[in-house]
């Protein structure tokens, strides 16, 4: 068990591999998530299209916005 | 415009203020998300139960898990 | 109104387009604040060498250093 | 030398300490910079008002806003 | 599996509790690992002291300082 | 003297440099640290494997994982 409790489950609808980093946008419940990843964490996990992934974050980086 | 683009928008379940920090937990399509930040933004921001927000997020903070 | 309260205004000097990242010379008042941002958000931002800009932080993203 | 390049000279302004956290508020020529620090750390480094410090950002950790 | 590579394992040498964020001492084999997370992640892993853990960061995170 | 206490020692074991974005992985006692940087900063540091390193990663940034 990880303590960043953020998870949102959801699929992945693409993946741009660069020469060391990748970026990853998945559909979550809300919205997407895009993740910048590196190159060769995209190529240990197997990432395509379509997988069933989940975006994780750690609260200390997540901001709120109100109006 | 803000080069962050992860945006969900919820709603404000719950509020911890501590002396330093606080913790925002919002309710978002795919979950929910804490945030922790620093309680003089959370005393701006004028945060409350129920408030419609946006939990912003910065993508290289975001990591991806496949089982 | 965003949570992160930390927004230096000043003028794009440089921007170096990779194939997924972006990194982003911006000169405020006190020196220079690099930025690593995704080319994609570069691209949506329309960032060009002397647009008016504010550098953005997350305090949790802030160390001091003193001597 | 560090491969953190974003390093914002100024004077300390304010410091609220916490049981875990330290609020260290730096006026650099730009603006202020907030920080978000252990206390632990704000009390090895002996952090008082009036102190010459440095305030340190990695350049993933920071966003580009844009009118 | 998660993307986030840097997982070094090691032994809970001390936690502090704070209202809102927790700090947590991790003996690892090159030194020590200090982590800052929220009060209710502690509480949910019920860490103690001795402890088996995994200090976890994200490659974005981690800077390189060479003499 | 920098706040984030983190600093791990070790040797370089390998770069890969891109157009924007350096990976760089450091043997550390308890194992390995992956580190993205930029480029810029890669080429400042002047790094090259076998190189004596720090690995240095702020609290906020370290995630605790408990089986």
């Not at 303590?3 to 959801?10: C, D, P, T």
């Not at 998945?26 to 993740?35: F, I, K």
């Amino acid at each position: 068990m990880l303590s960043a409790r953020n998870k949102l489950s959801g699929k992945v609808r693409s993946i741009k591999k660069g020469d060391v980093m990748a970026e990853v946008i998945v559909e979550v419940g809300g919205g997407e998530m895009a993740a910048l990843i590196s190159r060769t964490s995209a190529d240990q996990l197997d990432l395509k299209e379509g997988d069933e992934v989940r975006a994780v974050v750690k609260a200390t980086e997540v901001m709120i916005e109100k109006d």
